[in-house]
T-cell receptor, first 114, second 110 residues
Framework: NAGVTQTPKFRVLKTGQSMTLLCAQDMNHEYMYWYRQDPGMGLRLIHYSVGEGTTAKGEVPDGYNVSRLKKQNFLLGLESAAPSQTSVYFC?????????????FGQGTRLTVV | QQPVQSPQAVILREGEDAVINCSSSKALYSVHWYRQKHGEAPVFLMILLKGGEQKGHEKISASFNEKKQQSSLYLTASQLSYSGTYFCGTATGYGQNFVFGPGTRLSVLP
């Protein structure tokens, strides 16, 4: 049982380049989330999805876009990368529609924008 | 609004106890606790809901004071494996996403 899988694990981008981070979960979870983690800031929610075909903004959505075309996948896109987007990105998923249930996290993607 | 965690860091010897606090300026519906080891993903520890419901690992103990808008995580007889950064996440209402605090770094020494 793989749980939540993120690809890639590491990436270096030049300013202005674009990329897509893929998150896949095999637990049939309705809810999926993208967070970024910066030193001393904890985890901040970028975007989230409450089901296939739906997305919503979190705390820090600017500069990112997401799509949830399939229930098991949640994609995070950076259209024009900036050095401020250097961070570790975590995807997570959870089951319950109440949203007050355990979240399972992927192993993270370390992104550096130069 | 991001919850406040205290202390920011704590160093223990094996077998010692520690308490990590999480407080909010707003009324809370639920508090979530996660632990993250260096270079790894956060791992679920516990959820505490308004009204007293709790869900979590048997060896983890926590409290939720709704009136004071705060939660505490109790780590007793600490082991080396307890080292990591502990995050609380707070939700202000049913169906609301939770917001993580900045974390408390715990180091357990032999």
């Amino acid at each position: 049982n793989a749980g939540v899988t993120q690809t890639p694990k590491f990436r270096v981008l030049k300013t202005g380049q674009s990329m897509t981070l893929l998150c896949a979960q095999d637990m049939n979870h309705e809810y999926m989330y993208w967070y970024r983690q910066d030193p001393g800031m904890g985890l901040r929610l970028i975007h989230y999805s409450v089901g296939e075909g739906t997305t919503a903004k979190g705390e820090v959505p600017d500069g990112y876009n997401v799509s949830r075309l399939k229930k098991q996948n949640f994609l995070l896109g950076l259209e024009s990368a900036a050095p401020s987007q250097t961070s570790v990105y975590f995807c997570a998923s959870s089951y319950s529609s109440r949203r007050n249930t355990e979240a399972f996290f992927g192993q993270g993607t370390r992104l550096t924008v130069v | 609004q991001q919850p406040v965690q205290s202390p920011q860091a704590v160093i223990l010897r094996e077998g010692e106890d520690a308490v990590i606090n999480c407080s909010s300026s707003k009324a809370l519906y639920s508090v979530h606790w996660y632990r993250q080891k260096h270079g790894e993903a956060p791992v679920f520890l516990m959820i505490l809901l308004k009204g007293g419901e709790q869900k979590g690992h048997e060896k983890i103990s926590a409290s939720f004071n709704e009136k004071k808008q705060q939660s505490s995580l109790y780590l007793t007889a600490s082991q080396l494996s307890y080292s990591g950064t502990y995050f609380c996440g707070t939700a202000t209402g049913y169906g609301q996403n939770f917001v993580f605090g900045p974390g408390t770094r715990l180091s357990v020494l032999p």
